[in-house]
T-cell receptor, first 112, second 113 residues
Framework: GENVEQHPSTLSVQEGDSAVIKCTYS??????FPWYKQELGKRPQLIID?????GEKKDQRIAVTLNKTAKHFSLHITETQPEDSAVYFC???????????FGTGTSLTVIP | KAGVTQTPRYLIKTRGQQVTLSCSPI?????VSWYQQTPGQGLQFLFE???????NKGNFPGRFSGRQFSNSRSEMNVSTLELGDSALYLC????????????FGEGSWLTVV
């Protein structure tokens, strides 16, 4: 089955700096890659996603890049703010239903 | 539109007991999936239902089961509870049959003592 690896597991940045989280996947059949943000005690919430026919997608301060050849995708957050502090999960899925494989999460702390 | 609703939110059970968790998807969503979240293992896929049929199943023992009703509401059951079943159980729904965004509920926090 699919295996998604996520790095780093923890990340601390100064407010205003950029943060980058990287994920790799193993199965070339995976074609949909969402990113979720989970604040303490809350549900995971979708922040951005990308499909395999696109190399990059941006939404204000958040962007995701996908390299299908290398089987990795990354989340980029610019001009970080304290409210960006949370755990971020990457995920991958294929066209076989809505089964998602998640990375182990990155705990991001933005220091004011 | 109301989000994914899960009940109960918190529960404590004793080893050997069984538990049933309920999930109401977003209106119009026919796909419901369940995930177990623990600090050590992250988010692990349990199973997915679409139109009352289980389509995918994760690598969990047979003590974990689920079902979906004609109104798309879903339940999952865990029998013969073990201490290691203590976790946050998240339900997610999706509008599409595959490859589409899933939206999570707030989860049910299960503690087994």
């Amino acid at each position: 089955g699919e295996n998604v690896e996520q790095h780093p597991s923890t990340l601390s940045v100064q407010e205003g700096d950029s943060a980058v989280i990287k994920c790799t996947y193993s199965d070339s059949a995976s074609n949909y890659f969402p990113w979720y943000k989970q604040e303490l005690g809350k549900r995971p919430q979708l922040i951005i996603d990308i499909r395999s026919n696109v190399g990059e997608k941006k939404d204000q301060r958040i962007a995701v890049t996908l390299n299908k050849t290398a089987k990795h995708f990354s989340l980029h957050i610019t001009e970080t703010q304290p409210e960006d502090s949370a755990v971020y999960f990457c995920a991958a899925s294929q066209n076989t239903g809505n089964q998602f494989y998640f990375g182990t999460g990155t705990s991001l702390t933005v220091i004011p | 539109k109301a989000g994914v609703t899960q009940t109960p939110r918190y529960l404590i059970k004793t080893r050997g007991q069984q538990v049933t968790l309920s999930c109401s998807p977003i209106s119009g969503h026919r796909s419901v999936s369940w995930y177990q979240q623990t600090p050590g293992q992250g988010l692990q896929f349990l199973f997915e239902y679409f139109s009352e049929t289980q389509r995918n199943k994760g690598n969990f023992p047979g003590r974990f089961s689920g079902r979906q009703f004609s109104n798309s509401r879903s339940e999952m059951n865990v029998s013969t509870l073990e201490l290691g079943d203590s976790a946050l159980y998240l339900c997610a729904s999706s509008a599409a049959s595959s490859g589409n965004t899933i939206y999570f509920g707030e989860g049910s926090w299960l503690t087994v003592v």
